[in-house]
């Protein structure tokens, strides 16, 4: 299986930051990563698809980039609603695999 | 719009089977290129995937859970079942149904809201 580790497990920052986290995949996948948004309590949401594709209604300061094993998400402008967890997935092979996530806090 | 919903018990024993059944609106699971995956996260934990089934009824099952896991589909009723059996309490988790498919990639564009699922004698 295809394992995508997370750097860092955990950030803190403050309103008004650019914060980038890292997603590393243990083989090849292409540009076939995504990133998600979870708040508690919710399901997680769609941000980034194809590596740089941001999701339809998704705010501009979300981006994603990366290719082959070494991707990341940066949030340009860090708004209160932002510190949740992030989650990367891979849809190259088989099994579909998660991120173990980021937990963004407020410092 | 796109929407999907968990249903399913609440509270299951150990050594039973657990039946969940994702019932969708917005697409058809007979158009080319759909799919649906159930996933699911442990309290605290990370995401893990465990199933998918497509419009053509390929199935496609985690490795180490496959020997327990069954996923079907009908279409007629726009729900996707999924069984689980030998439960034990590491099986306590929030599922997740979940929509793929579209230009024939594996990311999921819709959830359901999720459904707790506790293990306990």
């Known amino acids: 299986a295809i394992q995508l580790t997370q750097s860092p497990s955990s950030l803190s920052a403050s309103v008004g930051d650019r914060v980038t986290i890292t997603c590393r995949a243990s083989?090849?996948?292409?540009?076939?990563l995504a990133w998600y948004q979870q708040k508690p309590g919710k399901a997680p949401k769609l941000l980034i698809y194809d590596a740089s594709s941001l999701e339809s209604g998704v705010p501009s300061r979300f981006s994603g980039s990366g290719s082959g094993t070494d991707f990341t998400l940066t949030i340009s402008s860090l708004q209160p609603e932002d510190f949740v967890t992030y989650y990367c997935q891979q849809f190259n092979g088989f099994p579909l695999t998660f991120g173990q996530g980021t937990r963004l806090e407020i410092k | 719009q796109v929407t999907l919903k968990e249903s399913g018990p609440a509270m299951v024993k150990p050594t039973q089977t657990l039946t969940l059944t994702c019932t969708f609106s917005?697409?058809?699971?007979?158009?080319?290129?759909?799919?649906v995956s159930w996933i699911r996260q442990p309290p605290g934990k990370a995401l893990e995937w465990l199933a998918r089934?497509?419009?053509?009824?390929?199935?496609f099952y985690s490795t180490s859970l496959k020997t327990r896991l069954t996923i079907s589909k009908d279409p007629s009723k726009n729900q996707v079942v999924l069984t689980l059996t030998d439960l034990d309490p590491v099986d306590t988790a929030t599922y997740y149904c979940?929509?793929?498919?579209?230009?024939?990639?594996?990311?999921?564009?819709?959830w359901g809201q999720g459904a707790l699922v506790t293990v306990s004698s």
């Open positions: 083989q090849g996948i292409s540009s076939a």
């Open positions: 917005g697409f058809s699971l007979s158009t080319n290129e759909m799919r």
């Open positions: 089934i497509d419009w053509d009824d390929d199935k």
């Open positions: 979940a929509r793929s498919g579209l230009g024939l990639t594996d990311y999921f564009d819709y």
